[in-house]
T-cell receptor, first 110, second 110 residues
Framework: DSGVTQTPKHLITATGQRVTLRCSPR?????VYWYQQSLDQGLQFLIQ???????AKGNILERFSAQQFPDLHSELNLSSLELGDSALYFC?????????FGPGTRLTVL | DAKTTQPTSMDCAEGRAANLPCNHS???????VYWYRQIHSQGPQYIIH???NNETNEMASLIITEDRKSSTLILPHATLRDTAVYYC???????????FGGGTRLMVKP
């Protein structure tokens, strides 16, 4: 158990819909990262927040957005969903050298 | 961050040492070598990291060549639970996102 929690575990939705994925970092970790893992693209970094502020952006689509709240939990919002958005979405938090990953949310878009 | 090259897959007999190589010939002087693994769609797990000296922890040993252009992750006594995809990642500093390549799929066989 990494100490990072993600909800929900599984999400099935239809094309065009909007969903929100939630991440609670380990206690005391200020950085939160979001990654997407699809079959054809592998593990890709999406976005990082540090203490409520966006710090780095990766291959995140404009239809996706994220935020980190004062209690340090983070949400990843995915809108206008397409079939290709079906993937595992991981959240990680870090202190110093090590990133701790949550169990992921498996999103299926039908 | 420097690019890494790893074999696509490897097999190892249970109880034997697993030696996973990684080439990072364009590594810069201030870049660290990190190893993570992912067991069947679980969140990636940190294993070890180093700059130029060899490192050992309870999970594995990391051997970095003197010119730093390659490294080897050693699992001293592989078990079936070590079957996973192992990622070698090179990055400048902690606190940055991780850039995952294809990794090495290690299969530990009885």
């Amino acid at each position: 158990d990494s100490g990072v929690t993600q909800t929900p575990k599984h999400l099935i939705t239809a094309t065009g819909q909007r969903v929100t994925l939630r991440c609670s970092p380990r206690s005391g970790d200020l950085s939160v990262y979001w990654y997407q893992q699809s079959l054809d693209q592998g593990l890709q970094f999406l976005i990082q927040y540090y203490n409520g502020e966006e710090r780095a952006k990766g291959n995140i689509l404009e239809r996706f957005s994220a935020q980190q709240f004062p209690d340090l939990h983070s949400e990843l919002n995915l809108s206008s969903l397409e079939l290709g958005d079906s993937a595992l979405y991981f959240c990680a938090s870090s202190v110093r050298d090590e990133q701790f990953f949550g169990p992921g949310t498996r999103l299926t878009v039908l | 961050d420097a690019k890494t090259t790893q074999p696509t897959s490897m097999d190892c007999a249970e109880g034997r040492a697993a030696n996973l190589p990684c080439n990072h010939s364009t590594i810069s002087g201030n870049e660290y070598v990190y190893w993570y693994r992912q067991i069947h769609s679980q969140g990636p797990q940190y294993i070890i990291h180093g700059l130029k000296n060899n490192e050992t922890n309870e999970m594995a040993s990391l051997i970095i060549t003197e010119d730093r252009k390659s490294s080897t992750l050693i699992l001293p006594h592989a078990t079936l639970r070590d079957t996973a995809v192992y990622y070698c990642i090179v990055r400048v500093e902690a606190g940055n996102m991780l850039t995952f390549g294809g990794g090495t799929r290690l299969m530990v066989k009885p």
